[in-house]
């Protein structure tokens, strides 16, 4: 099975745009990980949820782990604060690292360990012609799991 057949539709969304709708379309739609693609369609970063969560914990939350035992959720106000007003190029981790890519004819086991290997729950497939490429979609470490333990 080849990478153009494991492949969903994704959704994305654009480094420029708002981080707060950023937010709303990975809790919306229940996505593992953000995928963030640049002015050209190209994918930009792949972001895990759990690092995007990481960027809007007040910092002092972070630092003394004991403080939020006695912090109660009147304090939400604060996480949303956190990234009105920014990008989503402003809100990614300040270590980005290039997001994990393979073409349409790679293999099931070669998707599956770029995914393990880059330790991301979504590997963006895509098509290039010349100096173009473009976005075909994911795959996502579900469907990939799916198909690896069905043996198709």
Known sequence: MLARDLAET???????????D?????AGNKL?????????????AIVPGSQLIK????????EEPLLVSVIDDRHLGE????????TVGEWLP???YAPPVVGPDAGLLQVAALMARTRSPLVAVVERDGDEVRLLGAVTAACLMSRLVSGS
């Open 79 to 86: 996480v949303t604060e956190k990234i009105a007003g920014l």
């Open 10 to 20: 994704y959704p994305h969304i654009s480094v420029d745009a708002d981080a707060v």
């Open 32 to 44: 593992p990980a953000l995928l963030v693609v640049d002015s050209d369609q190209r994918p930009y």
């Open 94 to 96: 300040p270590r980005r």
């Open 55 to 62: 960027q809007l914990v007040p910092d002092y939350l972070l």
């Open 22 to 26: 950023a937010a709303r379309l990975l």
